[in-house]
T-cell receptor
Framework: AQKITQTQPGMFVQEKEAVTLDCTYDTSDQSYGLFWYKQPSSGEMIFLIYQGSYDEQNATEGRYSLNFQKARKSANLVISASQLGDSAMYFCAMREGTPYNNNDMRFGAGTRLTVKP | EAQVTQNPRYLITVTGKKLTVTCSQNMNHEYMSWYRQDPGLGLRQIYYSMNVEVTDKGDVPEGYKVSRKEKRNFPLILESPSPNQTSLYFC????????????FGQGTRLTVV
């Protein structure tokens, strides 16, 4: 069974510094996708970044990068140069399989990030 | 604009009064699903649909129904809501069911008293 673990219920970071949010996953599939979503206080779920299990390079999207360590089954999110607007809940998620498998997106419990001025 | 639209955004209702939360996507996605979000538990899947007329249970389906008569719509029905269904609900859609990004609706905050 899939399982996503986010061990940091809450994190604080100083504005303009970098922060790493941890995520480990458990799967026996060879093909899967890893995702990070941001949920601000307004409640919507905002897609941030995606990493495929066969991607050799770590994914990057602007200030977001995903530190993918396949052997350790970890997919940590790194936010560089934190901004006050980065304060939010962050969810790691995984989806197994090829495009035509019927596989649910499983989520971790989330990490609440607070950026301090 | 590509989007998933849920309505209503907020709803307060009483125990036992049937309600429907609508979800519509304009991206021609085959896969749609409903999640509920509760503190400390992340998002848990309620029901999903691989395509029109194909629906199946997720992790927490008790007390919920869905239908998928058209590709774009995937309503969530609570026949007899109870207080333990007070939660934040999300509808999501994606191109297919595996390895692809899910697009989320804005969320529906439901309170059952």
């Amino acid at each position: 069974a899939q399982k996503i673990t986010q061990t940091q219920p809450g994190m604080f970071v100083q504005e303009k510094e970098a922060v790493t949010l941890d995520c480990t996953y458990d799967t026996s599939d060879q093909s899967y996708g890893l995702f990070w979503y941001k949920q601000p206080s307004s409640g919507e779920m905002i897609f941030l970044i995606y990493q495929g299990s066969y991607d050799e390079q770590n994914a990057t999207e602007g200030r977001y990068s995903l530190n993918f360590q396949k052997a350790r089954k970890s997919a940590n999110l790194v936010i560089s140069a934190s901004q006050l607007g980065d304060s939010a809940m962050y969810f790691c998620a995984m989806r197994e399989g090829t495009p035509y498998n019927n596989n649910d997106m499983r989520f971790g419990a989330g990490t609440r990030l607070t950026v301090k001025p | 604009e590509a989007q998933v639209t849920q309505n209503p955004r907020y709803l307060i209702t009483v125990t036992g009064k049937k309600l429907t939360v609508t979800c519509s996507q304009n991206m021609n996605h085959e896969y749609m699903s409903w999640y509920r979000q509760d503190p400390g538990l992340g998002l848990r899947q309620i029901y999903y649909s691989m395509n029109v007329e194909v629906t199946d249970k997720g992790d927490v389906p008790e007390g919920y129904k869905v239908s998928r008569k058209e590709k774009r719509n995937f309503p969530l029905i609570l026949e007899s809501p109870s207080p333990n269904q007070t939660s934040l609900y999300f509808c999501a859609s994606s191109v297919t069911g595996g390895g692809t990004e899910a697009f989320f609706g804005q969320g529906t905050r439901l309170t059952v008293v």
